[in-house]
């Protein structure tokens, strides 16, 4: 039988692009999502769409009612690092009150499997680089903590009644794939803000912070891409069918520095890209790398997408494809 997932979040970039993975295995999905950052026009008319949010009891215990999910894919969430330094309580209340609500329905409704998107910001600032799932769970910002507070109660729902769950902890999301690509309103995020300068639709780009301790002295992030996102989400997916728990890094393994993207960038677009260089955010390490061999020999993931410059043409094409994004 056609196993039915929820995708929460689905609207949006990650959950996206796992739900276009999931219809080419021949799931059932259904997506949830209260478009507040989601874009409806982003899924396909096939795919059932319930405006809402996972915090609405009344919502949630409405479909769960009259729906049969196999397992619940969980995307919803408020993912700004800056924004959450800012708005402390807007994180907690929607990303780990919200899924507090969601995982009493799954309870509820007899769903037995749960697969969530956490974050490299649960970690902090490593101690050790590429990072292992092992690492200490020190988040410095509130949006770290509030992935590793629902963390923290998947494992309780495990070890009480018995949820069947995979944690996957990426680290920068990127790329375009099937059709779908990045659309956030504000952008905030490095490669679509890169881009959008190169075809004129922004101002230069701003570098936050020159003076970490890496070799250019600006960020040092790993970027994945959705594909390879979605086909983790797969593989986790269908491994909780013989297993009970997983927990797994997300990544490429190597990390590019903000000014080694921007050179990237302008390598794919053939244009010169402009930037400005501004004092640090709050709440950024200097460097995150994701250890993530352990997903690679217990369920064979490979990502493929593995060089900077693919990525960004898979975004770029998007991009240049759609200069206005979901709005166009």
Same mark, same amino acid.
């Given at each position: 039988?056609?196993?039915?997932?929820?995708?929460?979040?689905?609207?949006?970039?990650?959950?996206?692009?796992?739900?276009?993975?999931?219809?080419?295995?021949?799931?059932?999905?259904?997506?949830?999502?209260?478009?507040?950052?989601?874009?409806?026009?982003?899924?396909?008319?096939?795919? +059932?769409?319930?405006?809402?949010?996972?915090?609405?009891?009344?919502?949630?215990?409405?479909?769960?009612?009259?729906?049969?999910?196999?397992?619940?894919?969980?995307?919803?969430?408020?993912?700004?690092?800056?924004?959450?330094?800012?708005?402390?309580?807007?994180?907690?209340? *929607?990303?780990?009150?919200? /899924?507090?609500?969601?995982?009493?329905?799954?309870?509820?409704?007899?769903?037995?499997?749960?697969?969530?998107?956490?974050?490299?910001?649960?970690?902090?600032?490593?101690?050790?680089?590429?990072?292992?799932?092992?690492?200490?769970?020190? +988040?410095?910002?509130?949006?770290?903590?509030?992935?590793?507070?629902?963390?923290?109660?998947?494992?309780?729902?495990?070890?009480?009644?018995?949820?069947?769950?995979?944690?996957?902890?990426?680290?920068?999301?990127?790329?375009?794939?099937?059709?779908?690509?990045?659309?956030?309103?504000?952008?905030?995020?490095?490669?679509? *803000?890169?881009?959008?300068?190169?075809?004129?639709?922004?101002?230069?780009?701003?570098?936050?912070?020159?003076?970490?301790?890496? +070799?250019?002295?600006?960020?040092?992030?790993?970027?994945?891409?959705?594909?390879?996102?979605?086909?983790?989400?797969?593989?986790?997916?269908?491994?909780?069918?013989?297993?009970?728990?997983?927990?797994? *890094?997300?990544?490429?393994?190597?990390?590019?520095?903000?000014?080694?993207?921007?050179?990237?960038?302008?390598?794919? /677009?053939?244009?010169?890209?402009?930037?400005?260089?501004?004092?640090?955010?709050?709440?950024?390490? +200097?460097?995150?790398?994701?250890?993530?061999?352990?997903?690679?020999?217990?369920?064979?993931? /490979?990502?493929?997408?593995?060089?900077?410059?693919?990525?960004?043409?898979?975004?770029?094409?998007?991009?240049?494809? =759609?200069? =206005?994004?979901?709005?166009?």
């Amino acid at each position: 039988m056609t196993e039915h997932i929820l995708v929460t979040g689905g609207a949006g970039y990650i959950g996206g692009a796992a739900v276009r993975l999931l219809l080419q295995h021949n799931y059932q999905v259904t997506v949830l999502d209260n478009l507040s950052r989601g874009h409806r026009t982003s899924l396909t008319d096939s795919v +059932p769409l319930i405006v809402g949010d996972t915090g609405d009891r009344d919502c949630l215990s409405g479909f769960f009612s009259t729906n049969r999910f196999d397992a619940v894919m969980h995307f919803a969430a408020f993912a700004e690092v800056s924004e959450s330094m800012l708005q402390p309580a807007k994180y907690f209340k *929607n990303n780990t009150c919200s /899924t507090l609500t969601l995982l009493e329905a799954c309870l509820a409704h007899n769903v037995s499997k749960f697969v969530f998107s956490s974050t490299c910001a649960v970690f902090g600032f490593p101690d050790s680089i590429p990072i292992p799932e092992t690492a200490a769970k020190l +988040p410095v910002n509130p949006y770290g903590q509030s992935k590793l507070q629902t963390e923290i109660m998947l494992d309780w729902f495990h070890r009480v009644h018995g949820l069947r769950y995979a944690v996957l902890r990426y680290f920068n999301a990127a790329g375009a794939w099937d059709g779908h690509g990045e659309h956030h309103e504000p952008e905030s995020h490095l490669i679509p *803000n890169v881009l959008r300068t190169a075809l004129g639709a922004a101002g230069p780009v701003p570098i936050f912070g020159t003076d970490y301790p890496t +070799p250019d002295g600006t960020c040092v992030r790993d970027f994945i891409h959705i594909y390879d996102l979605a086909t983790a989400h797969l593989a986790v997916l269908q491994s909780l069918d013989t297993s009970h728990r997983h927990i797994y *890094n997300l990544g490429n393994g190597t990390g590019f520095s903000v000014r080694e993207v921007i050179a990237a960038a302008s390598r794919v /677009t053939g244009q010169k890209i402009a930037f400005t260089e501004s004092p640090r955010r709050p709440g950024d390490p +200097p460097v995150l790398i994701a250890g993530s061999e352990k997903i690679r020999r217990e369920l064979g993931w /490979t990502p493929k997408y593995i060089s900077l410059e693919e990525i960004v043409q898979t975004a770029w094409s998007w991009h240049v494809a =759609n200069p =206005n994004g979901y709005t166009g």
